[in-house]
């Protein structure tokens, strides 16, 4: 058998998480077109019995801290590095290839490495054919793939590439399983992907979700969760006018949660709680799962 950890790096944007939820055909981590989505660094499984065992990490986008909760971010993307047996760098095949090539190169990789091309479904062929050729003359290199995470196109060829370098070995988790974070974890993911569909350029970045309360009753289950801002404006426009925006950020937040639960219902209760300056202290990044 082969088995081993395979590691997303990339600038915000490029399509990590789109590219992890195609790849395991299955959704764990959110997506926005709004930078810095990922926070964590989250890890899924694909396991193909008697052949192979991949963990994918997905990790923040690389940029330059700003506040704590930046340096946290980070830091996942660091020990993502170090433990990687292969890294995916992807690239938006729109994006500038020299700043990437900047980017990768400072990652000072020494595992074997998959470029893979990104987005082309919407890049014209002779550009992607000079991103290819600029990233084959890069010392990281050898192997370049194209791929539309989004259109689910050129998967197979990648995947084939990814499990020919990897390393023999057994598998580190049980074949049933795709995920090693709690499943309290995801749904506060979903809550905050919501944040970021429904509300504008500054509150997603300002808003974390904590979910208190997970309790399975006997027809339904019952989920609590806080989603915390910075300032009292925010929760203003949180709630929307008599409340009318956290009902709507509630109901789609619950239809998607219901989904990820395979179907079951769920009650969801949602509270705007104030903690100005959370994305600075440590006991509360701690708090919101941020370690
Ligand atoms: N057209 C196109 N858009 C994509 C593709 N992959 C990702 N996206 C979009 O790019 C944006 C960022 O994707 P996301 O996965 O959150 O990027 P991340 O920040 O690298 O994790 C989202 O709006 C995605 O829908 C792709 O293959 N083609
Ligand atoms: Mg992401």
């Known amino acids: 058998m082969k088995a081993g950890f395979v590691n997303i790096f990339g600038k915000p944007n490029a399509g990590k ?25 989250i890890k899924g499984f694909l396991t193909s019995p ?53 980017i990768f190169a400072s990652l000072k990789l020494r595992v074997p490495t998959i470029v893979v091309l990104n987005k082309a479904d919407k890049v ?12 084959q003359e890069q010392p990281y290199g050898k192997y370049v793939c194209t791929v539309s ?7 197979d060829a990648l995947l084939q590439q990814i499990v020919s370098l990897l390393p023999q070995g057994m598998p580190f988790y049980s074949e049933d399983d795709l995920t090693d974070l709690p499943t309290k ?17 500054e509150i997603p970045y300002h808003a974390a979700v904590m979910v ?8 339904l289950i019952k989920i609590q969760a806080d989603v915390i801002v910075q300032r009292e404006t925010q929760k203003v426009i949180l709630l929307g006018q008599g409340g009318s ?38 006991f509360q990044l701690k708090e919101y799962g941020y370690l």
């Open 17 to 41: 998480s789109t590219l992890l939820n195609a790849l395991l055909g299955e959704k764990l981590a959110i997506v926005s077109n709004k930078v810095q989505t990922t926070r964590h660094r």
């Open 50 to 102: 008697n052949t192979y065992q991949i963990i994918f990490s997905d990790t923040p986008g690389i940029i330059e801290p700003k506040y704590k909760l930046h340096e946290r971010m980070m830091q996942s993307v660091k020990s993502a590095l170090e433990d990687a047996d292969i890294a995916l760098l992807i690239v938006d095949a729109n994006d500038d290839v020299a700043e990437c090539n900047t």
């Open 124 to 135: 014209p062929a002779d550009k992607l054919k000079a991103a290819t050729t600029f990233f």
């Open 149 to 155: 995470a989004l259109q689910k196109l050129g998967l």
């Open 185 to 201: 974890f995801f749904v506060g993911e979903l809550i905050r992907e919501k944040i970021y569909e429904l509300f504008g350029d």
């Open 212 to 219: 208190n309360e997970f309790k399975e009753k006997e027809t």
């Open 245 to 282: 925006m956290i009902k709507q950020l509630g109901t789609l937040a619950r239809k998607d949660i219901e989904a990820f639960l395979g179907g079951q219902k769920v009650f969801l209760q949602l509270f705007v709680k104030v903690r100005p300056k959370w994305r600075d202290n440590d």
